[in-house]
């Protein structure tokens, strides 16, 4: 459960608000956007790596 709080955490406070920035930036990105692209990314990949922890601690105690 600790794991998944802070799966949550980390989509609230990173990646939602990049995901709002980009879908007001309309036909032209800013100059910066590499930059948010870059740490979106970062984060989804902490989240994906946090997600498969998750997932394997899930299948082994139903196992065990």
Do not use: K, Y
Request: charged share 10%; hydrophobic share 50%; net charge positive.
């Amino acid at each position: 459960a600790f794991l998944e709080a802070v799966d949550i955490a980390l989509a609230i406070s990173f990646q939602t608000p990049r995901n709002r920035a980009v879908q007001g930036w309309g036909a032209a990105p800013p100059p910066q956007w590499r930059h948010v692209r870059d740490g979106w990314a970062q984060t989804h990949l902490v989240r994906t790596a946090l997600g498969a922890l998750i997932f394997t601690a899930a299948l082994c105690a139903s196992l065990g």
